[in-house]
């Protein structure tokens, strides 16, 4: 067995059975819906929260895994001979990894590595896969963290949204807010810049938009080895679906997922959010 423990959070939502395949540990991020303090992931799953949203009149707001919830997985963790490797959201999105250092700090005893991913869901996600398999593949605790960290320029993800609403809402929109203010029927289609939410464009209709994340993504994969493909969506299963089918005709990726956005990613991005993230090389 290994000595590594590979840790996450929720925004990467990596699909269950892949979790499962290698034993990654995935700290819940936190909905707070009124007086209700919900995990996500655990408390409310996506179809659920989704249908919820529809008909509410309070909108949730969202809080970073609780230094207590990571201390306690660490503390667990250490107690069972393990070397811990956390891989978070981008501390420019949360202040997951400002949970993970102090709670860290509290273990001095412990091996404990944290890794800002400088990204959210499945890019995220990507990154965490690459360190499991790589611990699985038999590498030190060393070089499963150098690959952790390499993973940050190898990742990405494009997304199309229905409206900046949420983002705005949120305060997750960075460089996009110069787009609030435009015609409501353009769909922005934004990017993962450096761990912040950055404007690409504004397209006229949800099916052209999508072909423009197919036509960003390919360009960034172009020639480049181990293209792994998975498409996001939020309550937009059958768009995700068909992007992922002319995602694998067009770039023959070595693995290819469907994810869903977790609650608390789906809460800033909104309903209708399709993302196309992307890995290569690792």
Known sequence: MSATAIVTDSTAYIPDDLVRKYGIHVAPQILIWGEETIRDGVDIMPAAFYERLKTATVMPTTSQVTIAYF?????KLAAEGKQI?????????SGTISSAVQAKEMLPQAKIEIVDSLSTAMALGFQVLAAARADEAGKTFAQVADVARS???HTGI???VETLEFLHRGGRIGGAARLLGTALNLKPVLELVDGRIEP????????????????????????????RVATIHAAA??????????????????????????????????????????????
């Open 237 to 282: 299963q059958q768009e995700a679906k068909d992007l992922l089918e002319q995602a694998i005709e067009r770039m023959h990726p070595v693995e290819a997922i469907i994810a869903e956005a977790s609650p608390v990613v789906g809460n800033h991005a909104g309903p209708g959010t399709v993302g196309l993230a992307y890995c290569t090389d690792l």
């Open 151 to 153: 993973g940050v320029a």
């Open 158 to 160: 494009v997304i199309a």
């Open 85 to 93: 490797l956390a891989i978070l959201v981008s501390s420019k999105l």
């Open 200 to 227: 690409v464009e504004r397209i006229r209709t949800k099916a052209k938009a999508r072909a423009r994340l197919l036509e960003i993504v390919e360009g960034r994969v172009k020639g480049l080895p181990n293209v």
């Open 71 to 75: 201390h306690e997985l660490f503390q």
